[in-house]
Nanobody, 124 residues
Framework: QVQLVESGGGLVQAGGSLSLSCVVS????????MGWFRQAPGKEREFVAA????????YYADSVKGRFTISRDNSKNTVYLQMNSLKSEDTAVYYC?????????????????WGQGTQVTVSS
């Protein structure tokens, strides 16, 4: 059984920073591509960022490009999302997800496992 546990969410003022972490247990972490998604109130869940198994291929949604950085540490079974220059529109529940396939990283159904989510609130 694969488990993903996010942490690091909270309340921050606009322009501030937060760092999210997601620890994966149960299977070999390095065999998964990892993604971050978010869901704002009243909206559908959307892709934020993803990183392939080796960490060499990284992808971002246009809305966060240049402000967010995804990274992974395979020795710690952890994927990170550093969020800088936060805006009120970044307010959402953030989810990490794991995919065992080499597939389109921005698509939800390509992911096999999901965390429970962590709330990020940006006050303006």
């Amino acid at each position: 059984q694969v488990q993903l546990v996010e942490s690091g969410g909270g309340l921050v003022q606009a322009g501030g920073s937060l760092s999210l972490s997601c620890v994966v247990s149960g299977r070999t972490f390095s065999s998964y591509s990892m993604g971050w998604f978010r869901q704002a109130p009243g909206k559908e869940r959307e892709f934020v960022a993803a990183i392939r198994r080796s960490g060499t291929n990284i992808y971002y949604a246009d809305s966060v490009k240049g402000r967010f950085t995804i990274s992974r540490d395979n020795s710690k079974n952890t994927v990170y999302l550093q969020m800088n220059s936060l805006k009120s529109e970044d307010t959402a529940v953030y989810y990490c997800a794991a995919s065992g396939r080499y597939a389109r990283v921005e698509v939800e159904y390509e992911y096999d496992y999901w965390g429970q989510g962590t709330q990020v609130t940006v006050s303006s």
